[in-house]
């Protein structure tokens, strides 16, 4: 048994990511975000899951922002604009949804 918080590591002034799983059905990533760094607006051609499992973030779909914070659960649309930056630094799990 492993702990998530403990898989993955800060990296100042970074984004840092290590894949858990990757399937052709989908993906689990894990993400450390230091404060001030996101991912820039894109899009993904397949539904994803956002959970938070520390700190918190800001999190924009189609346009709308939101905040979230450790333990929320945020679905990401497939082939809907979004971005993410973190307003404090946050590790996230990322579970895309291929199939």
Partial sequence: MTQLIKMIAYQKG???SRT???KDTGTVTLFSFAKGQGLSEHTAP???LVYLVEGE???TIAGK???AVKGDLVT???????A???VKKFKMMLIMIKK
């Fill in 76 to 82: 990401l649309p497939a082939n809907r604009p979004h």
């Fill in 84 to 86: 993410l930056k973190a």
């Fill in 20 to 22: 858990v799983v990757k």
């Fill in 14 to 16: 970074a984004v840092v």
């Fill in 46 to 48: 397949f539904d994803a």
């Fill in 65 to 67: 922002l939101q905040r």
């Fill in 57 to 59: 973030a800001e999190i």
